[in-house]
C-alpha cells in the first residue's frame, strides 16, 4: 500500500516564476493538507481540501492556491516567487476531514527560489 | 489556535527513557494533543495523540495533566534511531475541519 507521495522531490525556480507542486494521498484517504516548512522551522498550515474543496485556510496570501481533482490529488500552486518561498513543502492526506484518524505525511518538495 | 512550548533540544542515554514535555496552556477542551516526529527533513511521522486520557501504544507513552495545559510523551527505552525533531501539536476544530498546528518542535539526540 503505498503512502503519500509528492512530486516533484526538488525545485528550482527563480523569483517571480511560477510553481505546481503535487501530492497523491495514501489509500483510501481523500483530504489532503498542505504545510509549508522552512529551514529549522515547524511546518505551516497553508490549507486543506476535502471533497475537491478548499476547506480551511492557512495565514498565507492569494499567491498559494490548490487544487483537488476527484481521484483525490492535490495540487499545490505557488504565483510570483519570492526568495522567502523557498522552503519543504509537505502533504498530508487523513480518512475524512480528520477527526478520527491520524494525517500521514509524504517526504516533500524541496523547492529553492533563486 | 492553542499554541504548544516545548525545549529545543535534549539529549537522553540510549536505553534509557526519554521524557519530552510541552505546554499548551491554552488548549480548548475539545482540542487533541498530537505528537510526531520528523527525521531529516522526511515527512513527519505520527507517534501517539490523547485528549484527556493517558494513552500508550507500541512506540511511546502519552501523559496528560488533569488540567490539559501540558504533556509528556515518553519513549521508554530509547535508541539512536529515535534521534529526531519531535513536535507536539494542538489538533483545532475550525470551519467544519481539523488542521494541525505545529509548534518549533524539541530536537532529541540519543547518545551511545
Known amino acids: 500500500d503505498a503512502g503519500v507521495t509528492q512530486s516533484p522531490t526538488h525545485l528550482i525556480k527563480t523569483r517571480g516564476q511560477q510553481v505546481t507542486l503535487r501530492c497523491s494521498p495514501k489509500?483510501?484517504?481523500?483530504?489532503v493538507s498542505w504545510y509549508q516548512q522552512a529551514l529549522g522551522q515547524g511546518p505551516q498550515f497553508i490549507f486543506q481540501y476535502y471533497e475537491e474543496e478548499e476547506r480551511q485556510r492557512g495565514n498565507f496570501p492569494d499567491r498559494f492556491s490548490g487544487h483537488q481533482f476527484p481521484n483525490y490529488s492535490s495540487e499545490l500552486n505557488v504565483n510570483a516567487l519570492l526568495l522567502g518561498d523557498s522552503a519543504l513543502y509537505l502533504c498530508?492526506?487523513?480518512?475524512?476531514?480528520?477527526?478520527?484518524?491520524?494525517?500521514?505525511f509524504g517526504p516533500g518538495t524541496r523547492l529553492t527560489v533563486t | 489556535d492553542a499554541k504548544t512550548t516545548q525545549p529545543p533540544s535534549m539529549d537522553c542515554a540510549e536505553g534509557r527513557a526519554a521524557n519530552l514535555p510541552c505546554n499548551h496552556s491554552t488548549i480548548s477542551g475539545n482540542e487533541y494533543v498530537y505528537w510526531y516526529r520528523q527525521i531529516h527533513s522526511q515527512g513527519p511521522q505520527y507517534i501517539i495523540h490523547g485528549l484527556k486520557n493517558n494513552e500508550t501504544n507500541e512506540m511511546a507513552s502519552l501523559i496528560i495533566t488533569e488540567d490539559r495545559k501540558s504533556s509528556t510523551l515518553i519513549l521508554p527505552h530509547a535508541t539512536l534511531r529515535d534521534t529526531a525533531v519531535y513536535y507536539c501539536i494542538v489538533r483545532a476544530y475550525t470551519s467544519g475541519t481539523y488542521k494541525y498546528i505545529f509548534g518549533t518542535g524539541t530536537r532529541l539526540k540519543v547518545l551511545a
Open positions: 489509500s483510501g484517504h481523500d483530504t
Open positions: 498530508a492526506s487523513s480518512d475524512g476531514t480528520g477527526y478520527l484518524s491520524e494525517q500521514y
